[in-house]
């Protein structure tokens, strides 16, 4: 990648300000951060202790076949933390499924409300362009492909979807939600993943950094959903109150922290996420082999949910969110009637969409569930489940 690719990019995706290859050393203040303050310390050598070391343990006394069974039916917000945990790893748990003091409700009760009118949006943003710009991020697609993960894509895309489906339903947050007990499940995949990978000699073999998910890489990925996503409602002219962004942020905000990123990394504003994006993201996007092949499962995989659209389509509507540098990165083969179609309906669509949402809310919810149920519907392989169970892995890639 040379000055002018990155810069191409940095257009295409909308993020001002991009830095170099490589980018400069972390310059982004925590004051810009929830809580206003804190150490300063790059974020790419922070991790999450306390779990990690649980999750090592675990998984170095063989304890995770029990781990999954007990947190199998561990689904509500509601429900305590299972019992037949180990003691530490239960003990955390207690404390780590807690509401940061710092969330408000009534912004995340105003976020839900928004994720559920702006659903159709959302779920093609997080789909078709957070979910491809994933696999040009080096560190995410070698860290997805050599995991147990990256092995049955179909499986991991499905819990992926799983973890945005919990933070964008109705009731995430709240008790009868499941979102909390989905973001602590996933931040102990992430802990098994940290312990697991650095043991691969294929990972090693490819991989910039000696323990994979960082902090800064956590942020990577929001803003590859939900900074990308604000990015795109609002070159997309998808009406929005001030208040609808705020609390569409909060959202994330909230779901940050149950990560385990460090509130000091957690933008307060979207003008600091953008920023923010603008020095960890944007430089760092490149093409893999690993990325490359995860596209091709990810799009495959999209292309046989029956949507009536062609993969030529997908392709298209991909670089349409993305820009042709990352699609001919991947290799997206031109359909230039899809182009043409969806340069000229797609905003046609948003206007006419939006006015007639006041007339007809329902209608337009109703079909937006529809084509989120048939997407998990054919992920799950055809179970009448809403979300696909998150377990922790024991292994890495399997036959590696």
């Known amino acids: ?33 929830v809580v206003g303050g804190g150490s300063g310390v790059d974020p790419q050598w922070v991790w999450d202790d306390d779990i990690d070391r649980i999750m090592a343990s675990v998984i170095d006394n063989g304890q995770v076949p029990a781990v999954n069974s007990a947190i199998g039916s561990w689904v509500n917000n509601w429900q305590p933390v299972p019992q037949g945990l180990p003691p530490e790893l239960d003990a955390f748990l207690q404390e780590s499924t807690k509401m940061p003091a710092w969330a408000d409700m ?55 979807f ?79 109150s001030a208040a609808d962004e705020d609390a569409f942020l909060h959202s994330w905000q909230v779901a940050l922290h ?18 923010q994006a603008a020095e960890i993201l944007t430089p760092k996007l490149a093409w893999t082999e690993e990325g490359q092949a995860l596209a091709e499962v990810l799009l495959g995989l999209t292309a046989q949910v029956d949507l009536g659209v062609t993969r030529g389509f997908l392709n298209e509507f991909v670089r349409y969110q993305l820009g042709d540098e990352v699609g001919d990165w991947l290799g997206l ?30 209608t337009f919810y109703m079909f937006d569930q529809f084509v989120r149920a048939l997407a998990m519907a054919f992920l799950n392989q055809g179970s009448s489940g809403t979300t696909t169970p998150i377990t922790i892995p024991d292994i890495n890639r399997p036959g590696t």
């Open 162 to 240: 799983s973890f945005g489906y919990d933070l964008s339903d109705i009731n995430a947050f709240e008790q009868t939600g499941e979102f909390r007990v989905t973001a602590n499940k996933t931040r102990m995949v992430h802990a098994a993943v940290r312990h697991l990978l650095p043991q691969s000699p294929h990972w090693k073999a490819v991989a910039d950094e000696t323990i994979p998910i960082s902090n800064q890489d956590i942020l990577v990925t929001f803003h590859s959903t939900g900074t990308f996503a604000h990015r795109k409602l609002k070159e997309w002219k998808v009406p929005m």
């Open 333 to 362: 083969k031109r359909d230039y009637a899809s182009k043409a179609v969806i340069t000229a309906g797609w905003p046609t669509y948003i206007k006419f969409r939006e006015g007639l949402i006041p007339f007809a809310p329902l």
């Open 1 to 33: 990648m040379n000055r002018r690719t990155v810069l191409t990019l940095g257009a295409a995706l909308g993020l001002g300000g991009v830095l170099a290859p490589g980018g400069a050393a972390w310059s982004w203040s925590p004051a810009r951060s």
């Open 106 to 160: 009534s912004k995340l009760r105003r976020a839900a409300d928004f994720n559920r009118r702006k659903d159709t949006y959302l779920f093609l943003i997080y789909g078709l362009g957070g979910g491809i710009m994933s696999t040009v991020i080096p560190r995410e697609a070698k860290s997805v492909y050599w995991s147990k993960g990256g092995a049955d894509m179909q499986d991991r895309a499905a819990k992926t």
């Open 258 to 275: 149950f990560l385990g990123v460090r509130d000091e990394y957690i933008p307060a504003t979207w003008d600091a996420a953008h920023a």
